[in-house]
């Protein structure tokens, strides 16, 4: 997707090396059967001594292998360098297209800089591991592609949506795994935990209703270091420290379906998003229990609420109620408080709250924010009021939603059904290309174009595309 590819390993060779590695001891090489029939120790270079030994319970064979003096001369096949001047201007162009899209922009975007040892740094990242159980290469390796296709797609269009980036595909015992990082270079963000949590909730969402899969997700914030390892003529850009490590342990502690985070993504996300905290665990490589937070998917309505008196703001309380109470009367309004950040609106909001049910007003308050996690998403904001309005936010499932939508609006006039039914047939996705909502100044589309919002909270509105 947008011209990155990832490449993959998999196979009954990765499960009989992972077999193998769980009988290894320090200092020791073990072979699976398969190898083991394949090799003759004296034909293996330099000569070294060798032990064979058979596991009964693992039916595979340790080698002790002495220290072997390198091969002096360079075979052919596997040059130390390569010469890149035997390719025309064009066909080295190509070249780099092409492998760009195995680079992530972390590097390339670096890339023009010059020398690279700079690209080593540590940065606070959110990490999160995505865990898939239900792959099987080995009993039918084409379909098995096909479906991890579609997956790594997926993950990418919801890791590109809130800005992260998938960093790794990995097969090995605990299945097939991706890595996605948001705060990686070139992009970071102050509320990377909130990306990583919404990108969570999309992943199980959309692979839970696209494959008929649950997933299980570990996320943790922390510093970490960053950049390329390897050798001269092989890097790859990774990620190294403690938070990930706990994310990967998070990720093995949650079974299909679950989506658990550290503490300290808890500590930033929960006025955000709802996180129930779960009995103290103990993970290897951690001496001290963790506390793992599980993520429902639901988001936290933040109560606009103080305990701390308001001074200086008598005019605008004043300015405030008398809108209140025209609008008690029948008589709407809008009333807009601009402000620099830090000034007091929400304060201010939540004055109001407190003062209107002094007063006994029986005003309804809903909330939206246009959130940075949410610029690309249209009606994000009344997306937030009218989720709350009907009282859907607990239900995930589309069709839930909208019925629920539905009686609410029936509820008000049932004369409103013929045009709610055109109304959520252009919010609904996959219907007519989704075409747009009527124009608001046609009066004869007014009410469509209300109902269009209200089914909006019901369906995610595609993007536009370029």
Same mark, same amino acid.
């Given at each position: 997707?947008?011209?990155?590819?990832?490449?993959?390993?998999?196979?009954?060779?990765?499960?009989?090396?992972?077999?193998?590695?769980?009988?290894?001891?320090?200092?020791?090489?073990?072979?699976?059967?398969?190898?083991?029939?394949?090799?003759?120790?004296?034909?293996?270079?330099?000569?070294?001594?060798?032990?064979?030994?058979?596991?009964?319970?693992?039916?595979?064979?340790?080698?002790?292998?002495?220290?072997?003096?390198?091969?002096?001369?360079?075979?052919?096949?596997?040059?130390?360098?390569?010469?890149?001047?035997?390719?025309? *201007?064009? &066909? %080295?162009?190509?070249? #780099?297209?092409? @492998?760009?899209?195995?680079?992530?922009?972390?590097? /390339?975007?670096?890339?023009?800089?010059?020398?690279?040892?700079? *690209?080593? &740094? %540590?940065?606070?990242? #959110?990490?999160? @591991?995505?865990?898939?159980?239900?792959?099987?290469? /080995?009993?039918d390796h084409h379909a098995a592609s096909n479906v991890l296709q579609h997956v790594v797609k997926l993950v990418q269009n919801a890791t590109y949506r809130y800005e992260g980036s998938l960093n790794k595909v990995l097969v090995d015992d605990k299945g097939t795994v991706l890595l996605v990082l948001f705060g990686a270079p070139p992009l970071a963000h102050e509320d990377d935990p909130l990306r990583a949590l919404a990108c969570a909730r999309e992943i199980q969402e959309t692979i839970a209703k696209e494959q008929g899969q649950s997933v299980a997700i570990g996320i943790a914030t922390d510093n970490v270091f960053?950049?390329?390892?390897?050798?001269?003529?092989?890097?790859?850009?990774?990620v190294l420290g403690d938070g990930v490590n706990l994310a990967a342990r998070l990720m093995q502690t949650a079974i299909p379906g679950e989506t658990l985070?550290?503490?300290?993504?808890?500590?930033?996300?929960?006025?955000?998003?709802?996180?129930?905290?779960?009995?103290?665990?103990?993970?290897k490589g951690k001496t001290q229990v963790v506390r793992p937070y599980r993520f429902n998917g639901q988001r936290v309505r933040e109560e606009l609420e103080s305990q701390m008196p308001l001074f200086g703001r008598d005019d605008e309380i004043n300015c405030l109620l008398s809108y209140l109470q025209s609008a008690e009367q029948g008589r709407g309004g809008v009333v807009s408080i601009i402000g620099e950040g830090g000034l007091g609106k929400t304060r201010l909001m939540s004055e109001l709250n407190s003062l209107s049910r002094e007063r006994g007003s029986h005003a309804a308050t809903l909330h939206g924010s246009a959130?940075?996690?949410?610029?690309?998403?249209?009606?994000?904001?009344?997306?937030?009021?009218?989720?709350?309005?009907?009282?859907?936010?607990?239900?995930?499932?589309?069709?839930?939603?909208?019925?629920?939508?539905?009686?609410?609006?029936?509820?008000?006039?049932?004369?409103?059904?013929?045009?709610?039914?055109?109304?959520?047939?252009?919010?609904?996705?996959?219907?007519?290309?989704?075409?747009?909502?009527?124009?608001?100044?046609?009066?004869?589309?007014?009410?469509?174009?209300?109902?269009?919002?209200?089914?909006?909270?019901?369906?995610?509105?595609?993007?536009?595309?370029?």
């Open positions: 997707m947008l011209g990155r590819w990832e490449y993959v390993l998999a196979g009954d060779v990765v499960q009989q090396a992972v077999e193998a590695q769980n009988y290894a001891e320090p200092g020791m090489v073990v072979l699976s059967p398969e190898v083991a029939e394949l090799i003759d120790p004296s034909t293996i270079p330099g000569r070294p001594s060798v032990v064979w030994s058979h596991n009964q319970t693992s039916d595979s064979l340790a080698i002790d292998l002495m220290p072997v003096e390198p091969v002096s001369q360079e075979d052919p096949a596997f040059p130390s360098s390569f010469d890149w001047t035997i390719f025309s *201007l064009s &066909e %080295l162009e190509q070249a #780099t297209r092409i @492998f760009k899209a195995y680079v992530p922009a972390a590097i /390339t975007v670096r890339l023009g800089a010059g020398p690279s040892a700079w *690209l080593a &740094e %540590l940065r606070r990242m #959110t990490i999160m @591991f995505i865990r898939i159980e239900a792959i099987n290469y /080995t009993r960053a950049g390329p390892v390897g050798g001269t003529t092989r890097r790859e850009y990774t985070c550290s503490h300290r993504t808890y500590v930033e996300a929960r006025r955000h998003w709802n996180l129930e905290p779960l009995p103290p665990l103990k993970v959130e940075s996690i949410g610029q690309q998403t249209p009606y994000l904001v009344w997306r937030d009021v009218l989720t709350e309005y009907f009282g859907i936010d607990h239900l995930r499932a589309q069709d839930q939603r909208a019925e629920k939508v539905r009686e609410r609006v029936l509820a008000i006039d049932p004369d409103l059904e013929p045009p709610l039914v055109v109304a959520q047939r252009r919010a609904r996705p996959g219907t007519a290309r989704n075409p747009p909502p009527p124009a608001p100044w046609s009066r004869g589309n007014a009410r469509i174009v209300w109902l269009f919002l209200w089914c909006s909270c019901c369906w995610p509105i595609p993007r536009a595309t370029r």
